[in-house]
């Protein structure tokens, strides 16, 4: 589990010609962490990742990698290992060699050798597959000799670029499990880089969401969605329904938001605010019910649930949920996801029906617009 | 119908393939044909006969004269592909600086610059730094004349590979130059041979140059034979050139298989 910091990255800035890849980027990753590094394609994940192993060279800032800084030091010579998008194995050499290539480099003992790539061999599952070249591997069978030739030679910090971007979606699920327990049995940093966020999501301790070659925020995957920190953030993680208002006043631990085409709605109030302040309300499709009546008329009594009326304009079928496509009386349009209990369909909202959609104020999120 | 359904050649593209072959090839066949006649006069068939290889086994002048093409094409093709190929390194892995397009446009002109000039500028060249001509001096202009060949063929081999196969050897361990070393070499090794190839047939073909910068007493073997021809055709030339077209037909055959076999790495690295 994540211990005492192991990187340190302060101030990292890169900058091609005049355009800023990386933008005084700071974070820290400790010893044990899988971290994953998130965000919209284009933003630096990979330029990050590449200052980390070496090939490029921050324009300023600091990499400290348990507490020296490795920012000038060449790739061969520094403890990091990365596994390439493309894999970049060898292809004249097999499996084998492919797997022993770092440890000759190291001038590690000829039985050492041996030893250590019949276990990375069992790491990866490549039983009987060792005298093959790459050209004569599957998809998922490269992946795993790059990533056992990355971990044969024990690194500190291990990067991966979109190691999984190649695989179909059954063998990225098993492949993302093993990659999971792999690292917690082998106790070395991770540091992913990928734009599938349910990737992310599943294996990451935390994430770091990037944009514009900066960290706009760094938290663990539960947070990072029930508790994002901008507008922006919320809407690249996950589904959002996202209402623009004015802040009308404050009820103890409760906002009551007037919004541009919803009604007031009422939001619990984590922070300070003004009344009158320019706001925006965040709510995730799932945390919405739907119904024909609408609550118990306690609830609405009590002022603790939002309560907006509308018709059901489209439905999509994704298996485990159905999304709906509401357009409420006053405007606005939102969506509303139900997951599906049962297997018949009579509880379904049809196109045109009439339907209720309420929430609980501590569901919705406020956020700076 | 039926005949449509064929995979194979129509009638049109069988006569079109033989007169082209017919017209590259015929010359070469008569030649080859008539290296085996026992004949004095060469355009008088009088049998077959191994004669005119015997007399130039004979020749100690042709003999020279072969040993000396044969010495220039080993020497200039090794010199022209070690230059080359570092030039080709330093094209399409050196950092890109002011006038690169210039300079690569500008190794690729003797490429299309008439020969004559190339051996005219060279004998210029020579005679200015006065040095003696003759074996060093075809070598070097040999060099000259080829090492351009072997830029391309290597150049397009490596700016066709993945360079982030570099980057894992580097990663895993290996300085920047022992990276490509044992990441790129191995798979541009055949272009290189390709390489050797075309520059070794080249030179061995040359003439206009050759004649321009060598010098008394280091005759190659196509001026010799040009020089033989002017006093009239002797057999024994059929049987030199049948000698020399199998020699390069076996490095022109080679040549291709080898870049063949690099091409199909380059495509495992890129599946890979
Ligand atoms: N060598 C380079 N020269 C110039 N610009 C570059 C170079 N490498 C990257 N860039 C630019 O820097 C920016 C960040 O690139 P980077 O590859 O880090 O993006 P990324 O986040 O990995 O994107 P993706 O998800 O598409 O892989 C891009 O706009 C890219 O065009
Ligand atoms: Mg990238």
Redesign the pocket.
């Known amino acids: 589990m994540p211990g005492s910091t192991l990187l340190h990255i302060d101030g990292v800035e890169k900058r ?2 005049g ?1 800023v ?1 990386v933008d005084g980027l700071s974070l820290e990753v400790k010893a044990g962490e899988f971290f994953a590094l998130l ?10 990742l590449r200052m980390l192993a070496g090939f490029e060279t921050p324009d300023c800032g600091r990499i400290l990698l348990d507490g020296t800084d490795i920012a000038g030091v060449l790739p061969h010579r520094r403890p990091v290992n990365m596994m390439f998008q493309s894999y970049a194995l060898f292809p004249h050499l097999n499996v084998s060699d492919n797997i022993a290539f770092g440890l000759k480099r190291a001038g590690m003992a000829r039985d050492e050798i041996a030893t250590r790539v019949a276990e990375m061999i069992a790491l990866g599952r490549l039983e009987g597959l060792e005298r093959r070249k790459p050209n004569q591997l599957s998809g998922g069978q490269q992946q795993r000799v790059a990533l056992a030739r990355a971990l044969a030679l024990r690194p500190r910090l291990l990067l991966l670029d ?1 190691p999984l971007g190649a695989l179909d979606k059954k063998l990225r699920d098993s492949t993302q499990r093993e990659l999971m327990d792999l690292q917690r049995r082998l106790g070395t940093s991770f540091i992913i ?1 990928t ?1 599938d966020q349910d990737e992310a999501m599943t294996m990451a301790d935390r994430i770091g969401v ?1 944009n514009h ?1 900066r960290l706009v925020q760094v938290a663990t995957p539960r947070q990072l969605y029930e508790q994002p920190a901008s507008r922006w953030v919320a809407e690249f993680v996950g589904d959002v329904n996202i209402f623009e208002g004015r802040i009308e006043r404050r009820e103890d631990q409760r906002l009551v938001i007037a919004c541009h085409n919803t009604g007031a709605i009422v939001a619990a109030a984590p922070r300070q605010s003004l009344a009158g302040e320019a706001v925006c309300v965040a709510i995730r499709p799932e945390k919405m019910k739907l119904s024909r009546q609408g609550p118990a008329e306690a609830a609405i009594q009590a002022g603790a649930i939002n309560r907006l009326e509308g018709t059901v304009s489209n439905l999509g079928y994704l298996g485990d949920i159905s999304s709906y496509g509401i357009a409420l009386d006053a405007g606005a349009t939102l969506r509303v996801s139900v997951t599906n209990t049962a297997r018949v369909d009579v509880d379904d909202f049809r196109p045109g029906e009439r339907v209720v959609v309420w929430f609980e104020p501590d569901d919705c999120v406020v956020l700076d617009p | 119908m039926a005949g449509r359904a064929q995979p194979g050649l129509s009638r049109f593209n069988v006569t079109a393939l033989a007169l082209g072959l017919g017209f590259l090839y015929l010359p070469i066949v008569i030649l080859v044909i008539y290296s085996f006649n026992a004949s004095r006069l060469v355009t008088v068939w009088g049998g077959w006969s191994l004669r005119w290889y015997v007399e130039f086994f004979n020749d100690q002048a042709m003999l020279a004269a072969s040993w000396m093409s044969l010495r220039v094409a080993a020497a200039s093709a090794t010199a022209a592909t070690v230059l080359g190929t570092l030039a080709a390194i330093a094209l399409s892995r050196g950092a890109r600086f002011k006038g690169r397009t210039l300079f690569s446009g500008m190794l690729y002109a003797p490429l299309v610059m008439p020969e004559v000039i190339t051996g005219l500028s060279l004998l210029l060249l020579f005679v200015a730094i006065n040095v003696e001509r003759g074996f060093w001096t075809v070598t070097v202009a040999h060099t000259t004349l080829t090492m351009c060949f072997v830029t391309v063929v290597v150049q397009s081999r490596l700016n066709s590979l993945d360079r982030s196969l570099e980057e894992a050897a580097m990663d895993l361990g290996c300085s920047p130059v022992r990276a490509f070393l044992s990441a790129s070499l191995p798979l541009i090794a055949p272009s290189i041979a390709a390489g050797w190839m075309l520059a070794f047939t080249l030179s061995l073909d040359d003439l206009v140059i050759a004649s321009f910068t060598t010098g008394p007493g280091s005759a190659t073997l196509p001026i010799r034979i040009y020089s033989e021809i002017r006093l009239g055709v002797k057999p024994e030339v059929n049987a030199i050139c049948t000698l020399f077209i199998g020699l390069i037909t076996l490095l022109i055959v080679s040549a291709s298989l080898a870049s063949k076999i690099s091409s199909a790495r380059g495509d495992n690295a890129a599946r890979a």
Not at chain 1, 39 to 48: A, Q, Y
């Open positions: 091609f010609g355009f890849a965000g919209p394609s284009g933003c630096g994940k990979t330029t990050l979109e880089v734009h990037m070659g």
